[in-house]
């Protein structure tokens, strides 16, 4: 069974940074890709960033390019989101998830395996 723990999110100003980590569980994590979504109140879910399984490959919403950035460490089972520059519309609770396959997608459909999420709020 696959298990997603993010951590990282709390109240930050505008300007400021923060860093979100996203332990995973189960066998094969350096296999598969990752994901990055977040979602503010009364607003869909939307794509933020992805990494492929080498680490190599990236995607990122137009929203946060140039600001934030995914990695991973294999080693340690953990994909991160460093997110710098914030501003408060990036307000929302941001969810890991791991992909079908180990190509990265922007798409909240690739992914069947998703954490609980944790709060990132932003103020002005």
């Known amino acids: 069974q696959v298990q997603l723990v993010e951590s990282g999110g709390r109240l930050v100003r505008a300007g400021g940074s923060l860093r979100l980590s996203c332990a995973a569980s189960?066998?094969?994590?350096?296999?598969?890709?990752m994901g990055w979504f977040r979602q503010a109140p009364g607003k869909e879910r939307e794509f933020v960033a992805t990494?492929?399984?080498?680490?190599?490959?990236?995607d990122y919403a137009d929203s946060v390019k140039g600001r934030f950035t995914i990695s991973r460490d294999n080693a340690k089972n953990t994909v991160y989101l460093e997110m710098n520059s914030l501003k408060p519309e990036d307000t929302a609770v941001y969810y890991c998830?791991?992909?079908?396959?180990?190509?990265?997608?922007?798409?909240?459909?690739?992914?069947?395996?998703w954490g609980q999420g944790t709060q990132v709020t932003v103020s002005s």
């Open positions: 189960g066998n094969y994590f350096s296999t598969y890709a």
């Open positions: 990494i492929d399984w080498t680490g190599g490959g990236t």
């Open positions: 998830a791991r992909a079908r396959s180990g190509q990265a997608s922007t798409s909240r459909f690739s992914y069947n395996y």
